[in-house]
């Protein structure tokens, strides 16, 4: 089973916008077993489209078409599939009233351009989007001879991705000839560069090239380094069996930097945690400006054990707000300063935070990325100072999640804290 | 002139890496005036690389190939190109002292399979790389009877630029016939969704069609919609003449929810206007969770004007650390306490606030993306309340750039004020 993709979008091919929808859909299908075979992107042209989608498929079995199924004159996808089908496009009315119902819900007034997207190919299957007004389509097309499907799914990132999870990925592994499921495990890393990951895995590294489990590395910027073992096995018990003993042997190597595993995160993780414990968190933030509170309440519930936080950006709001008697605002003791005070002002189990110099240029002495994460509960209070290399932005999010990993190591040993 | 861009790399088919070179390499092409064909990325294979590189340049003058010119066994472009023109590969021996020196000067010893970067189709020109082991290469073939050129870059993304804009791009300017330069124009609209502003500038999109001036939308999420203006023309005079009347009927139509041009953005926007007033400001978020002040202290400067803020998440930390009385924190009462009460505590020129639900619940009676904006200042204390779609984030980012645009709709208001 060959699977390619396909971007539309004048957009893209001007580099105006990056693409991330081929990466993520690669990404899915190789985790399934399938092949991924080539990706391209062409203009919103409807010739080029064409060319591209029948090219594909002369050595493709199934193509993924992501974009041009917007509203304007400029969407095409829909129109260009159904002159290769050789079909008329039809009003689905179960897709209009869709349509009708997600701007009700959102209060604005339907426009007739909306009511293009509910145009569908004679013969096409809707795949329903309940996240916007695109629908996704199945169209079936013979190629060479051959019955070929094409998908056609929204360019906007998070509805391509729930159209390619509901509909795509479940119809492509029911047409997958080879039985095989795919199992991946990954290990998520914070704290070392992959080089240095690679060389403590070495031996693994060069088993995996010739064993059943592959093993990779993916740099995910400030998500740190994710070590992704994968197997294909007859059935998920031979999977496992494979791939448990040599996840067991990388964790013995590098262990103490794995901070989640899958689909966990390091803010899922110590919201975990803070549950586990009946513990509660307050966050004061200087260079993070926000950053390290924003992620952690991604996650719906963090409201339980999320109190509040506080942004002392200027260091008069540091003196003043939160009382920081200490001189130097890059510091141990400010970072310990503020963690302490705000722990006390309200009133949580645990205050963590962030003092330090995001740069471009040094401050009172201080380098950019000299940054100092201070903790504060009943029982302890401690900073750790950290040097983050990187521009400006960088160093904030390296900050954010160095901050949130001390955090993290630091609920983790008052578990095993005998009580 | 037509370029086309080839990446290589089965970690790019596999969706392990993003791939942000192309990217880079679309949006300088198109802004030199050199139109981007098409795009492909293929694995390191040398039949589908020798394939795509053919086919590609059928329909293109020149192609940009990226990736496959590292040492290690899986690097293969520089054979297939060879194999393409029909010659030898030989050891240049400049290339060879190139890659000694790089390797002494960081201490490590050169192992042979990096001579095999020194190794150049016979006839094929180098671009010297300063910056690592792999040269670029500019190879002529035939394609259909016509010479065509093909250029290989590494695909270390510095590496890949720095050859790009110190050999590639001269000489595709060199080749190209007309020597029209491209200018672009990028109006930033939130508060419309693209086929509303389509509607609205539908007359000006017709036009655009056929003439000079072409007129695009980018729908960039929480960054809104994007209008993008580009024409080509002869000289930089006469592309202004041709744009801004066109821009000026644009802003005639949206400019209301137009908030930046070009390289601005809408934080830039509310800095350079509250050192435009010589203001400053504090921020009091909720459902944000620090996401509205993380994004104005990106800019380096952002400490003159952003004192600080406040996360009141929990409920209880509303009322007991920021005295907020209000029965209903999803309410105009609610936002406008809050952000009267932080602009008192930080003693600051404005505050601004947000208050709402992010969901994927209701709560309270109020359902996800109920959200309020308050703002706060010696004269005036009011708020806003808008009904936001999509998930969680999706509601925080929407709100976060809502709460933002309500405070620059004030600050501008307060410029026009008579004083």
């Given at each position: 089973m060959r699977c390619s993709v396909l971007c539309v979008g004048t957009e893209l091919l001007l580099g105006q916008i990056y693409d991330t929808n081929s990466t993520y859909i690669s990404e899915r299908l190789s985790e399934l077993g399938i092949s991924s075979f080539e990706k391209r992107t062409v203009g919103d042209n409807a010739e080029r489209i064409a060319s591209a989608v029948v090219d594909m498929l002369h050595e493709a079995d199934a193509l993924i078409v992501t974009g041009?199924?917007?509203?304007?004159?400029?969407?095409i996808t829909r129109e260009v599939l159904a002159d290769l089908m050789g079909v008329d496009l039809e009003l689905d009315e179960s897709v209009a009233s869709d349509i009708e119902a997600i701007f009700a819900k959102r209060n604005r007034e339907m426009n007739?351009?909306?009511?293009?997207?509910a145009m569908v190919p004679i013969g096409a299957r809707v795949l329903r989007n309940?996240?916007?007004?695109a629908p996704g389509l199945q169209c079936q097309l013979k190629v060479g001879g051959n019955a070929k499907t094409v998908f056609l799914t929204p360019g906007v990132p998070h509805e391509m991705e729930h159209i390619l999870e509901a509909s795509v990925l479940p119809i492509l592994l029911s047409k997958k000839q080879d039985s095989n499921v795919i199992i991946t495990r990954t290990l998520k890393t914070w704290g070392l560069g992959e080089s240095a990951l690679a060389e403590k895995l070495e031996e693994m590294v060069i088993q995996a090239e010739t064993g059943d489990v592959k093993l990779g590395f993916l740099a995910r910027g400030m998500n740190g380094i994710y070590i992704k073992l994968s197997v294909s096995s007859p059935s998920i018990e031979m999977a496992k069996e494979l791939i448990v003993p040599i996840e067991e042997k990388v964790k013995e190597k590098v262990g103490e930097y794995v901070?989640?595993?899958?689909?966990?995160?390091m803010e899922s993780k110590i919201i975990d945690l803070l549950k586990e414990t009946k513990s509660t968190l307050s966050v004061c933030e200087s260079l993070t400006g926000g950053m390290v509170m924003s992620r952690l309440v991604e996650?719906?519930?963090?409201s339980e054990v999320i109190a509040g936080g506080m942004v002392t950006y200027q260091t008069q709001v540091k003196r003043?707000?939160?009382?920081?008697?200490?001189?130097?605002?890059?510091s141990h003791e400010c970072a310990q300063q503020m963690a302490e005070n705000l722990r006390k002002e309200l009133k949580t189990t645990f205050a963590l935070s962030a003092t330090g110099v995001a740069g471009p240029d040094p401050d009172g002495g201080h380098v950019p990325g000299e940054v100092y994460v201070g903790i504060s509960s009943e029982e302890d209070l401690f900073s750790e100072e950290f040097l983050l290399g990187g521009d400006r932005q960088r160093v904030r999010e390296y900050c954010t999640i160095t901050a949130l990993d001390v955090l993290r190591k630091h609920l983790l040993r008052g578990l095993k804290r005998p009580t």
């Open positions: 041009g199924l917007g509203p304007t004159h400029d969407d007739k351009n909306n009511l293009r997207q309940p996240l916007g007004t901070y989640a595993y899958d689909q966990e995160t996650y719906p519930g963090a003043k707000f939160l009382n920081v008697q200490a001189q130097d605002i890059y």
